[in-house]
């Protein structure tokens, strides 16, 4: 009975719970009246003449539901400057995603407009994008954490040595 009373208490509670949509975690949002855009890229910190993912998702500002069907442009500017664009996307599911190659180093802006809002809605993130490549950023990071290695293990053989000594 115990048992019984358990599952159906269960079956109606996940009944009462609302499907979620999904958002950015992480990354930047902008308020825009009842819009709130959520931008990230990956990887977060893209190198030139290499590709990263731009992503989007266009939320109400009110409820922080996904808003379906809205069309918007997406616009790559640095240094004020145009350097590309694209000028219309359909974001049946509220996000727009565009892979991209960033032609050099530098900082860039990226502009995504809701063009179905019925006020202008317009956004804008900075991207910092690094020179070099993402190879040679993983090289540093492996130098990185090899040298932090070799000034800890010594530091825990000498205090492992330590407490057996006192032991």
Do not use: C, W
């Amino acid at each position: 009975m115990k048992g019984l009373t358990v599952t159906l208490l269960l079956i109606v509670g996940i009944s009462f719970v609302h499907a979620a949509d999904a958002h950015i975690v992480g990354g930047l949002n902008k308020d825009i009246g009842q819009y709130r855009v959520q931008f990230i890229s990956y990887p977060q910190f893209p190198f030139e003449n290499e590709r990263a993912v731009l992503f989007f998702n266009i939320q109400n500002n009110t409820n922080g539901l996904d808003l379906f069907n809205q069309t918007a442009s997406v616009t790559i500017l640095k240094e004020g400057n145009l350097i590309d664009s694209f000028p219309e996307y359909n974001a049946n599911y509220a996000n727009v995603m565009l892979n991209y190659t960033f032609p050099s180093a530098g900082v860039y802006t990226v502009r995504l407009d809701v063009l179905s809002a019925p006020v202008p809605v317009r956004a804008d993130f900075p991207v910092e994008v690094g020179s070099g490549s993402t190879s040679s950023y993983i090289m540093v990071m492996i130098i990185v954490g090899l040298l932090t290695a070799i000034i800890i293990v010594p530091v825990f053989r000498k205090r492992k040595m330590k407490r057996e000594k006192d032991a």
